[in-house]
């Protein structure tokens, strides 16, 4: 079998991997990037761009639907999904167009095919070519997992399905109150199905700060949105008609589709890993901080590596790992200063520690909320929602701010000027005296951390 070499072999060529393809290549390294499916990945074909299109449309229903509020005739007559799916293919294409040329324009060597590691960093493609290489990088990502005993149907779904539904179901329930399925809700919301979401653990978004979460269902609660939190599914029962959910409450649900979002899973089996002396942890790759696996000259980038899956942490890895093997030294990458973002109506944007956590670290925590009701650029949307900076220490010290926590619309671009703050590890004194532009959500931030300084100028208290 023949066996062509380069200074690095990629197995994956989603967020993490095509990043790291594109660097390395910069960097004068040859490269070659093996993908089964299509560059881009989980992020640009069934996740991050195909789902904030979807938002986005559902977002100009919305704006459709309240339009005489902000004095503008508009009739609502509908949502036509063939067209709204048409938008999103439109987008997602014209960025795999433009991925496409990237890896072309760079020189990558893409090989279209299934590759298995077989040992000495090589890996075997569809059985018939091997690829060696001076490093090898296991970029392989994740996949939708499902609840034991619920089988997918036409009526039961994951993320991937439901992202290519041609209808707008009139009854959904959603299983998952994280990220995907919150996000999910609020588009099918948005375009008029009843929607129930179901959550094991006992709020929204458990990941994040305990006030983002009682925000969140109390925003959902005034679209008409259902949560039952601290609910388990025990049974769900497909007919041709509908679908009937059994709970462990005994209670039961009845829906037109059940989306199952519970999360996802590193794809490392199969693959040759284990095998090779790969260690795994519950099935994602244990590296150590600077992303080696356990076997020498062989890294991990991207949902295989246990943390936050998301796409931009991809990024980086992919670009941490390529400046590593061309002989650079760059800094360990911070996993808590990795911004995240909900997209829903209203979203969620956070970074750093949450409270509870930051009075864990640091002893003492003290937060502000500066409320979206007291910010023109919100009133002007009319959103609401609020934002909580979090500062190391108690009311009479002056520690750096430690996480910044947002819920409200459009406050996923506001993620920006949060994080610096947090990564640079500035005082609320450092950053009070930054101008912000007026009127904008930006604002909102700006308040906050006046009254974190102790000079509030719009505040209530
Ligand atoms: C519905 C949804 C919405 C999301 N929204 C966001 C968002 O808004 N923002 C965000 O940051 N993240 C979001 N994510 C998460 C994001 O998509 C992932 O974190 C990101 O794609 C991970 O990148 P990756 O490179 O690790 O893996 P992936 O993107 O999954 O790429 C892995 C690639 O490897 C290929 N592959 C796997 N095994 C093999 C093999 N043996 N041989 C050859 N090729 C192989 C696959 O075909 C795939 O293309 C979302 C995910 C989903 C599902």
New binding site residues.
């Given amino acids: 079998m023949a066996v062509h070499e380069s200074d690095l072999v990629i197995?994956?060529?989603?967020?993490?991997?095509?990043a790291c393809a594109l660097r390395a290549a910069q960097l004068g390294l040859s490269v070659t990037l093996?993908?089964?499916?299509?560059?881009?990945?989980?992020?640009l074909?069934?996740?991050?761009i195909?789902?904030?299109a979807l938002l986005h449309s559902a977002e100009v229903a919305d704006s459709a639907r309240t339009a005489a509020d902000f004095g503008i005739k508009v009739q609502m007559s509908g949502v036509d999904m063939a067209a709204v799916l048409e938008y999103k293919s439109r987008v997602v294409d014209r960025l795999y167009t433009g991925l496409q040329g990237l890896v072309r324009s760079h020189r990558i060597d893409l090989v279209s095919?299934?590759?298995?590691l077989v040992g000495n960093k090589t890996i075997e493609?569809d059985g018939q070519e091997r690829y060696a290489g001076r490093s090898v990088v296991l970029?392989?990502?994740?996949y939708?997992r499902t609840i034991p005993g619920v089988v997918l149907g036409p009526r039961v779904v994951t993320?991937d399905a439901a992202?290519e539904l041609d209808q707008v179901p009139s009854r959904v329930v959603v299983l998952g109150g994280g990220?995907?399925g919150v996000?999910f809700a609020s588009v099918w919301s948005s375009f008029g199905s009843e929607v129930t979401i179901v959550e094991a653990l006992d709020r929204l978004v458990p990941a994040e700060d305990e006030w983002v979460s009682k925000q969140l269902a109390r925003a959902f609660r005034k679209r008409n949105i259902t949560t039952r939190t601290a609910s388990r599914v025990r049974n769900v029962i497909q007919s041709d008609e509908s679908v009937t959910l059994e709970l462990e409450d005994d209670q039961t649900l009845e829906a037109d589709l059940v989306l199952v979002a519970v999360g996802?899973g590193p794809?490392t089996t199969g693959?040759g890993f284990e095998d090779h002396g790969i260690v795994l942890d519950r099935g994602f790759v244990v590296t150590d901080d600077r992303l080696r696996t356990s076997v020498d000259g062989v890294y991990a980038?991207?949902?295989?590596v246990p943390g936050l899956?998301?796409?931009?942490?991809?990024f980086q890895h992919?670009i941490f790992v390529a400046e590593q093997i061309a002989g650079q030294q760059p800094p360990v990458i911070n996993e808590e200063h990795v911004p995240r973002?909900t997209?829903s109506h209203p979203e969620v944007a956070s970074v750093g520690l949450s409270e509870k956590s930051a009075t864990e670290r640091h002893g003492a925590a003290t937060a502000v909320v500066y409320d979206l009701a007291g910010n023109g650029k919100s009133q002007i949307l009319q959103t609401s929602g609020g934002i909580k900076v979090i500062r190391a220490g108690g009311k009479d010290e002056d520690g750096p701010i430690v996480g910044v926590h947002m819920v409200g619309d459009r406050v996923g671009e506001l993620i920006g000027e949060a994080q610096m703050t947090v990564a640079w590890e500035a005082l609320p004194s450092d950053v009070a005296p930054f101008v912000h532009a007026h009127p904008t959500q930006n604002e909102a931030f700006g308040e906050a951390v006046l009254a974190l300084a102790g000079t509030p100028l719009h505040g209530h208290n």
């Fill in positions: 197995l994956g060529g989603g967020s993490g991997g095509y093996i993908e089964a499916d299509k560059v881009g990945g989980t992020c074909h069934r996740g991050c195909p789902t904030k095919g299934t590759g298995h493609v970029a392989t990502g994740s939708a993320s992202l990220v995907i996000e996802r794809r693959n980038v991207g949902d295989i899956q998301l796409a931009h942490r991809g992919g973002v997209y």
